[in-house]
């Protein structure tokens, strides 16, 4: 009521808004328009987030928050939103914050479209530079649009009938069946509210008295400190102290918005001998909730102000607020050994022998049981402990009788647990991340799902490698690429799916699954449900450190299981358990007539655990599982039948599809979808007897490529042109260029080679595409190595190499790569020399799906981690087939070890010998990039000598 009748006051009288609200900025116009002297509220995030008039809004199809503040005559939005600006527009603003700090404004946005709880708005606000995450909607647009004002004050009302009706239900739970009981809740303290069973005590090591010059507190907050400060003092919080020491006072934002006055007693705690008592670990609290239906939590009103202080302690805790010097009588906020106070005081008054259901955190307490009738009979039992003990409870935030508890991050329901869907929400509404800071917040955040997603080390391999080499608090921008960003929304992907874990019970054996990467380890924790299906307990992952990146495969399998022992040892020691590997490290560490020093301590390391071993095939392996583990059941898989017709249509489809492929390229991705007897036979006679493959052959190759190593995709390019080639009297290039690690190329079609040209194909085919690479390496042609392209290359922070002159080793990977796209080319064109262009996009396809020996697959299926699926693919009704990450990640690592070794033996046997009469090709060098350099209607006369032939 009071907040309506200051929006009518203000609106209706339009008279200047009084300083009354945190960080008020003063915004003054030197235009002659309405609003000249004009506030701007920028609070907090912390502040704002609980607001209820913090809206959720769209500009077009950004989605973004929108706070509705009756106390801002002007409409602003932060720069890092991206709206459109008005560079017409002028406009001359001066913001002046509370403290004096100019902030300037940066212009004003193009008129935009806002639609905020069913509205359409029409806003154009002015631009600042801040950190903040929403904007805000001032006086200027509240003036033209007052039904936006009603829908807040019908949501404020809402929510209030809501709280109401919440702490009604509460008090009768209270008055109904717990009569007698009814004194112990109260909602403010008084004299009376202290319990005598501790004093807290501040040890201080030999110190003369810190004092801390006392620090201004804001205008606009001194009257609710004013309050407070009366309000501890007619409570007997605090009184008034003759003592030399003296802390800061500090003001601290609460949820709701309101203000809490805290002591800044970081001076005192590092003088104080701390207190060693343990506080209770968050996933124990969550282990002893298995098989509990039936939930209270409890809140001590101001909880440490219910402890008294020890006399010598009081004079340490002195403040002063404007001509008064105080210290406290109760413990205080903000004390380094308050915590651990407290919880000696919870669990003297629930001892564990006695108060099985009951489990204290701080000033928090859980009541757990089976069924309400339990349930009703503990509860009498804590509030008689709670009388005893003298404590107080607030009404307001205890809850009686839920089915559901939500606590620290976690929502537990029978048997479940499930992580705080408030939390879900923040991470789903995080944008990509743009500097090193916020990349570190994001991930900071998806650390809270790491026991729900056992493999989220691996998926977050990306990002965390961007964070290599910065500063902890760096603000520096980051380039993202294209594998980073698919990683950001993996992420984003698994953690809004329902992650879900079993509450464990140690009446069922437990089950351990363990895997290894080539960038982290990972297991899975479950047991077998009582209706037969396998449910995840917890999960655990880590990221190898570069030492261990280097063991074999079978170390690293062997690493995975012994930490996972570890990190499980309070599940695993003492109780038989089952554990699952898709390797037989175990064996290869039993039977090994020679261990290393390292497999005798993990041997050593497992012999303490009981266990039995079940080796899984690597697809059976579910550890990379993201939200949950169901039944394994063994993979069932049918077989259609093939016709004649459907054979030949399969065949000719994905022959043209991969640029007339060969043999092995094709049975590589027809395996993929399709199986019929005899199919490697088919295929390899449909190569045979295609005229065009024939025509075109192939010339021994004799490379000898430099090997170059990457970690990711988009890391380093090699770039090429191949021509010039007519088309139609016309002379043309193609630029060619190709990812190390992926193995994908992109190609585009140029008219000249000038840097301009070459430039904008960069940019639109790998810029754009992948993001910016650390390097690019070239030959020494002169359109590369011309003074422009530096200065581009140096623009744009992209290291440039080039190979010596007439040294192809350095660039072998886009030479062999312009062979194998020529080849492809030249057949999907059918050599005719006008046809090419139109060809040059079907060719970079087919490029990208044929199996590279590197890579151990395609790049296209590398990159989109799924099969192609080409139009016979939907004629037969085939379904998309994803690929699992991981095991093209394994694949690559083992094949690219093998490739390096035998780089340099890429070529190919072909037939020597020949006899009378044999229909041949003869080959005889090309006059155009077009031609076929295979020339048929030659036949074998005679054999001269033992490698040469009449035809």
């Not at 002195?318 to 001509?323: G, L």
């Not at 249509?649 to 979808?673: C, D, P, V, W």
Request: aromatic residues 8%; glycine residues 4%; proline residues 4%.
């Amino acid at each position: 009521k009071k907040e309506k009748e200051k929006m009518q006051k203000k609106f209706g009288k339009n008279k200047k808004n009084d300083k009354n609200n945190l960080n008020a900025i003063d915004a003054q116009e030197d235009s002659d328009e309405e609003n000249k002297n004009g506030l701007v509220y920028l609070l907090s995030n912390i502040r704002v987030k609980k607001s209820l008039f913090l809206k959720t809004g769209m500009i077009g199809s950004q989605k973004l928050c929108v706070l509705i503040d009756t106390g801002a005559d002007i409409s602003v939005a932060p720069l890092h939103f991206k709206i459109p600006r008005n560079e017409s527009a002028i406009v001359n603003v001066r913001m002046k914050s509370a403290c004096g700090t100019v902030i300037l404004a940066h212009g004003r946005a193009k008129r935009q479209k806002l639609n905020v709880m069913g509205l359409e708005i029409d806003f154009e606000p002015i631009l600042i530079d801040t950190e903040l995450d929403y904007i805000i909607l001032g006086a200027d647009v509240i003036r033209k649009v007052p039904e936006i004002l009603t829908k807040c004050i019908q949501d404020l009302q809402s929510h209030r009938l809501q709280t109401i009706a919440d702490e009604s239900k509460t008090a009768a739970i209270i008055n109904d069946q717990f009569p007698d009981y009814k004194d112990i809740f109260k909602n403010e303290l008084d004299h009376t509210s202290t319990c005598k069973s501790i004093k807290h005590d501040i040890l201080v090591e030999n110190t003369k008295p810190i004092y801390c010059k006392p620090a201004r507190i804001p205008m606009h907050c001194e009257e609710e400190v004013d309050k407070m400060v009366q309000n501890y003092l007619k409570n007997g919080i605090i009184r008034p102290s003759n003592s030399p020491w003296n802390s800061r006072l500090r003001l601290v934002p609460k949820k709701d918005g309101k203000i809490r006055v805290c002591l800044d007693f970081r001076p005192l705690n590092l003088k104080t001998i701390k207190d060693r008592y343990p506080l209770p670990r968050i996933d124990e609290i969550l282990d002893k909730l298995n098989g509990a239906s039936v939930f209270s939590t409890l809140d001590a009103t101001s909880g440490y102000f219910q402890i008294e202080m020890t006399e010598k302690s009081k004079p340490l805790t002195a403040f002063s607020y404007k001509r008064g010097h105080y210290e406290f009588n109760k413990m205080a906020m903000g004390l380094c050994n308050a915590p651990a106070t407290f919880q000696r005081l919870m669990d003297s008054i629930f001892p564990r022998d006695k108060f099985e259901f009951v489990l204290p955190y701080l000033d928090d307490l859980i009541v757990f049981s089976k069924n309400e009738a339990d349930h009703k009979k503990h509860l009498k039992l804590v509030f008689e402990a709670i009388k005893k003990a003298n404590i107080v409870l607030k009404e307001s935030k205890c809850q009686f009788f839920k089915d559901e508890l939500l606590i620290l991050g976690n929502r537990v329901s029978k048997g479940i647990i499930r992580p705080d869907p408030a939390k879900i929400k923040t991470i789903r509404a995080h944008s990509l991340p743009g500097t090193v800071k916020d990349l570190r917040s994001f991930l900071g955040l998806v650390n809270f799902c790491r026991e729900y997603l056992p493999h989220l080390t691996e998926m977050a391999h990306p990002l965390y490698s961007l964070l290599c080499g910065k500063r902890q608090k760096s603000d520096c921008k980051i380039t993202h690429t294209a594998e980073t960003k698919q990683a950001f929304l993996r992420i984003k992907e698994a953690i809004v799916q329902d992650l879900v874990k079993a509450q464990p019970s140690l009446d069922k054996p437990f089950i351990l699954t363990t895997d290894a990467s080539e960038h982290g380890i990972g297991a899975i924790l479950s047991q077998t449900l009582d209706n037969g299906k396998e449910m995840m307990v917890s999960a655990f992952s880590k990221s190898l450190e570069p030492a261990q990146k280097n063991y074999a495969t079978t170390d690293k399998e062997l690493l995975a299981i012994v930490k996972a022992f570890d990190h499980f040892r309070h599940y695993l020691l003492g109780k038989e358990f089952l554990l699952r590997t898709d390797h037989k490290s175990l064996t290869y560490l039993h039977t090994c007539k020679n261990p290393t020093s390292r497999m005798l301590r993990w041997a050593l390391r497992i012999q303490e655990y009981q266990f039995k071993v079940e080796y899984l095939e690597g697809p059976k392996n579910f550890a990379d599982s993201c939200s949950r583990i169901n039944l394994i059941k063994m993979p069932t898989k049918s077989t259609p039948m093939f016709d004649s017709d459907d054979k030949m249509q399969i065949l000719k489809n994905y022959h043209e599809s991969l640029g007339h492929g060969s043999a092995n390229n094709m049975s590589f991705a027809i395996t993929k979808r399709y199986q019929w007897q005899n199919m490697h036979d088919d295929i390899i006679n449909y190569c045979k007897q295609c005229i065009i493959c024939q025509k075109e052959g192939y010339e021994r190759l004799h490379t000898k490529n430099k090997v170059i190593e990457t970690e990711r995709s988009g890391q380093i390019w090699e770039i090429d042109l191949i021509g010039s080639i007519r088309s139609k009297k016309k002379k043309y290039f193609i630029f060619m260029a190709i990812d190390h690690h992926s193995k994908w190329i992109e190609t585009k079609v140029i008219p000249n080679k000038t840097p301009q040209q070459i430039q904008k194909a960069i940019r639109e085919k790998i810029f754009e595409n992948h993001g910016k690479p650390e390097m690019i390496l070239s030959d020494c042609g002169k359109e590369f190595i011309a003074e422009e392209m530096e200065k581009f290359f140096k623009m744009e922070c992209v290291n440039h190499q080039t190979g010596s002159p007439y040294h192809h080793q350095t660039t072998g990977a886009v030479e062999r790569v312009n062979l194998t796209f020529m080849n492809k080319l030249r057949k999907l064109s059918h050599f005719k020399r006008d046809q090419w262009k139109e060809k040059v996009e079907v060719a970079t396809l087919a490029v990208n799906l044929s199996f590279h020996r590197a890579l151990g697959t395609s790049p296209y299926i590398w990159r989109y981690k799924m099969l192609p699926e080409l139009e016979v693919d939907d004629v037969l009704g085939q379904t998309r087939i994803f690929v699992n990450e991981k095991d093209l990640v394994t694949k690559r690592a083992t094949l690219w070890r093998k490739y390096k070794r035998n780089i340099i033996k890429g070529s190919k046997e072909i037939r020597d010998h020949l006899s009378p009469e044999e229909k041949v090709f003869i080959y005889r060098p090309r006059k155009h990039k077009m031609d076929h350099g295979w020339q048929k209607g030659y036949r074998v006369v005679k054999t001269i000598g033992s490698d040469a032939y009449l035809v």
